[in-house]
């Protein structure tokens, strides 16, 4: 008798593959070009670029990747007339990676905030939001490389002394980057 429950438990071992799901954990750092469109009062457009660091944290399974996306960019700004923009995008994503080097990704930004300084006076951008399109290498063993971009708006601005309201602000921006997923 314990032969036959041996011979099962081997057999099992043998033929049962298990699930590839999980945890996925996955630090991203890149850079970042954006641009930056204002039409209230008149039209303006702004060039940046910079650093962008963040992460995702999801769910992993048979290469379906769904989760939450968080970035945080410091991006310099080509005007004389502007300091830093410091731009914070949470989101949701969805994904699937491809047996063979491939993965791509979409995700919706459901909160988008940022700030900078004009003339000195600090400028907050407010409730805004966007989508995200990605495509990564993953043929490196541990390390994606990722291309994405990025467009939202935001519907608010708060600039202290320079007044507050309502404003029609869009930006768009491409981001090549490096990610570490781990699924545990």
């Known amino acids: 008798m314990k032969f036959a429950q041996l011979f099962i438990l081997i057999l099992a071992f043998l033929v049962i593959r298990p699930a590839n799901a999980g945890l996925l954990i996955e630090p991203v750092v890149g850079f970042s070009s954006l641009k930056f469109e204002t039409d209230n009062a008149g039209s303006s457009e702004e060039d940046s670029t910079g650093l962008s660091l ?4 999801g769910y992993q399974n ?7 996306d968080y970035l945080q960019s410091t991006l310099s700004v080509d005007d004389n007339n502007y300091k830093d923009l410091n731009m914070t995008e949470f989101g949701g994503f969805i994904g699937f990676e491809f047996p063979v080097l491939l993965r791509v990704y979409a995700g919706y930004m459901f909160s988008v905030n940022g700030d900078t300084k004009v003339g000195g006076q600090t400028v907050e951008f407010t409730e805004g939001s966007g989508t995200k399109f990605g495509l990564g290498f993953t043929g490196l063993p541990f390390v994606d490389i990722n291309f994405e971009y990025r467009k939202g708006s935001f519907g608010h601005y708060d600039g202290g002394v320079l007044g507050s309201g309502d404003i029609d602000t869009t930006y768009s921006a491409y981001m090549i980057g490096l990610s570490l997923p781990f699924v545990l």
């Open 54 to 57: 963040g992460g995702r944290l």
């Open 62 to 68: 048979l290469g379906l990747q769904l989760g939450l």
